[in-house]
């Protein structure tokens, strides 16, 4: 080697170049949000992307839907119970 392969090589910062080139394929490997959603979604859209997954789920997973429109039901006989007794005349 020569002189100048063994300064560069010795270097802070050729030795920070290597710290950094190892660390980045890591940063790519792993993205910042697993679900691959941007971070900063509206309101709506964040709701339409829920209401969207949980179709396609309800589709898909027929032990989910069972148990969803089950609750669905028992919240909206539930509703009317309570505006029943609520409203009721005595």
């Known amino acids: 080697m020569s002189e100048e392969e063994t300064?560069?090589?010795?270097?802070?910062?050729?030795?920070?170049?290597?710290?950094v080139e190892?660390?980045?394929?890591?940063?790519?490997?792993?993205?910042?949000?697993?679900?691959?959603?941007?971070?900063?979604?509206?309101?709506?859209?964040l709701r339409k992307k829920g209401r969207e997954a949980r179709a396609k789920r309800i589709l898909s997973d027929k032990e989910f839907a069972k148990a969803w429109f089950e609750g669905k039901s028992k919240r909206s006989a539930d509703r009317k119970k309570a505006f029943r007794t609520r409203y009721a005349s005595k």
């Open 7 to 19: 300064k560069s090589a010795e270097t802070p910062e050729a030795v920070a170049e290597e710290t």
């Open 22 to 45: 190892a660390a980045e394929p890591k940063k790519a490997a792993q993205p910042a949000n697993p679900k691959g959603f941007k971070e900063k979604f509206s309101r709506r859209t």
